[in-house]
């Protein structure tokens, strides 16, 4: 099972200030949109989305199909596919994805620790 291109997605209390911080470690902001309280950065295979005033803690996030650069793979997992796995290995899931649905979905789930996973399907 293939989750997708990995990134963390941190909440930050001050978007500007966490985006110089992370410029100066080599990170290059590659998408999102100040005005809208995020940005994502990337550095060589890294991938990070600051996020100001829309998460309560930081979030691993998985994105099935989505290519570093943003494109699209031409095969990948699809969400519902991921979800059908995680319930039959046990796993209870926060927010479900509409198994009768195509196209954009996600998943939400927490490990052992409370730390929430995304696995966000955006094509």
Known sequence: MDLGLFSISLT???LA???EFYEKLGF????GDMEQGYLILTNGRSVIGLFQGMFDKNILTFNPGL????GQLEEYTDVREIQRALRERGI???QSADEDDEGPAHITLE???GN???IDQFF
């Open 116 to 118: 929430p996973i995304l």
């Open 92 to 94: 209870e899931l926060i």
């Open 17 to 19: 200030v966490s985006k």
């Open 12 to 14: 930050v209390g001050d």
């Open 67 to 70: 290519t570093l650069d943003g």
């Open 28 to 31: 290059e902001v590659t998408g």
């Open 111 to 113: 490990d052992p620790d």
